[in-house]
């Protein structure tokens, strides 16, 4: 039985260039492993209709040694809040799945299909994308690769246990308070969010959450996390937000790194932290300075508010679009409705906070070289619960396990999640390494040093003898 699957983007690449393999039987291995196993997880929404005929056009170019990009062939997921033509865009919701299928890419996918890439299909996301776990009315709740009873998080939960399965050699999917980072440490992968502008986007779904959310990879490497974030990044005139300069790459030699276990006064499971004190360790070995200390930006009224962001969004989005009224799941409408009654002048007072959040993480960064902290406050939970009620024997509320992520979008920073060892319940762990503006070149640079001396991806047990 061939394990294609088991290859990630630079190994599947590597095979292709030798003829060892073909986008058309991996293509089809793929299809017959989401069949097989997905049932399980409930991780895809729609497959691609097309994936045959893609598949065959890629291997064309390879027998006429004209492959676009080292993702040439390569089987990518897509997350369903982004825009990929001939398949819906649910977003979750059946106010976007009666649309039916999209006509174009939004930008971030156009690139990726530019350079080879074969979308095997679209992956599950809360509705709207606004919850830290995967579940909606439309497609039911998805499950954890490594325990299909416990959440693999959210909002990217369909795309992060798809390629945990190996139901897909990558993904891509958005962070707009932690939707890449704390799903890749729920399942043992990496994954990154770009700074605000470094992938562009045009053409897809509309924004409930301002500039705060971009598009990201996950992958089980850094290495085909680069591969992937390479091909999307670079400024593009229709998003005005995208940069126009590159950072020179940065020396990854003696950096100067702060550790933050802990946010205040706010929880985190002591398996986390022991784990992530085990990968401080990791880095000291890497010559790297570590420093542990408190986070250095005032957060505690930017945590306060951070709801009210999506409900805001929400109640803006509602207005734009009627049939929300009528198609959206009530606990969204209600949120709509506590979004409208936010004052202005609060609202704006969120945003001087933000500006000045920024500020402050540019001042921080003339001085340190990273900041590193948990990447989830708590282990995943029961995977038909919104969230965890307690953290270490404290009650929480809905973003008590999210503690660490949001800011981290209000800054505008990168930052890729990495698995620390496993937790003693067998559970992945992850940790964050946030750096400054476009430093994703030291970020996954850091990660692959990293997996060097700790250690590469693990499959989950039940699929070391798939």
Avoid at 148 to 157: D, E, I, Q, R, W
Avoid at 226 to 252: I, K, N, Q, T, W
Wanted: glycine share 10%; aromatic share 8%; hydrophobic share 45%.
């Amino acid at each position: 039985m061939s394990t294609m699957w088991k290859l990630g983007i630079t190994d599947l690449a590597a095979a292709f260039r030798a003829g060892s393999a073909d986008p058309v039987s991996v293509a089809a291995e793929y299809r017959a492993r989401i069949t097989r196993i997905d049932p399980e997880l409930n991780c895809y929404v729609a497959l691609n209709p097309n994936l045959e005929k893609e598949a065959a056009e890629s291997a064309a170019r390879f027998q006429k040694s004209v492959p676009r990009s080292a993702l040439e062939g390569v089987p990518i997921a897509v997350k369903d809040n982004l825009v990929v033509s001939g398949m819906p865009a649910s977003w979750g919701s059946a106010v976007f799945a009666d649309r039916g299928n999209c006509e174009t890419d939004e930008l971030p996918i156009a690139r990726l299909r530019a350079a080879g890439a074969i979308i095997l299909g679209k992956t599950n996301t809360p509705e709207f994308a606004v919850e830290g776990y995967t579940n909606n009315r439309l497609f039911g709740t998805t499950g954890n690769a490594w325990n299909s009873k416990l959440t693999p998080g959210g909002s990217s939960g369909g795309s992060v246990s798809a390629v945990a399965a190996g139901m897909a050699a990558a993904a891509i999917g958005t962070d707009g308070g932690g939707s890449i980072r704390r799903p890749a440490g729920y399942t043992g992968l990496c994954g990154l969010k770009p700074t605000i502008g470094a992938v562009p986007r045009s053409g897809g779904l509309p924004q409930v959450l301002l500039d705060f959310e971009v598009a990201g990879g996950m992958a089980r490497s850094a290495a085909d996390l680069r591969l992937l974030h390479d091909v999307m990044a670079g400024p593009d005139r229709a998003d005005p937000m995208s940069r126009r300069r590159a950072e020179p790459p940065m020396p990854r030699e003696n950096l100067r790194v702060l550790y933050v276990p802990l946010l205040g006064e706010n929880p985190c499971d002591p398996g986390i932290l022991s784990r992530c004190a085990d990968a401080v360790d990791v880095l000291r070995k890497m010559g790297h300075t570590v420093t542990e200390g408190h986070i250095p930006f005032e957060l505690d009224a930017l945590n306060a508010f951070w709801s009210k962001f999506g409900q805001v969004g929400l109640a803006s989005m509602r207005d734009a679009i009627p049939e929300m009224a009528t198609k959206a799941s009530q606990k969204y409408l209600d949120m709509a409705d506590q979004g409208a009654a936010v004052p202005a002048s609060e609202f704006y007072g969120a945003l001087d906070q933000v500006r000045e959040l920024r500020a402050a993480a540019s001042i921080f960064f003339a001085d340190w070289d990273a900041i590193m902290i948990p990447s989830a406050a708590a282990q995943p939970w029961a995977a038909d619960q919104p969230y965890p009620l307690t953290i270490d024997g404290q009650e929480v509320g809905p973003r008590g396990h999210a503690i660490y992520t949001g800011w981290v979008n209000a800054a505008g920073l990168p930052a890729i999640n990495l698995p620390a060892q496993r937790h003693d319940d067998g559970m992945p762990v992850g940790f964050q390494l946030i750096g400054d503006m476009f430093a994703e070149d030291l970020l996954l640079g850091l990660g692959a040093d990293y997996e060097a001396l700790n250690g590469g991806w693990v499959w989950p047990e039940w699929l070391t003898n798939d």
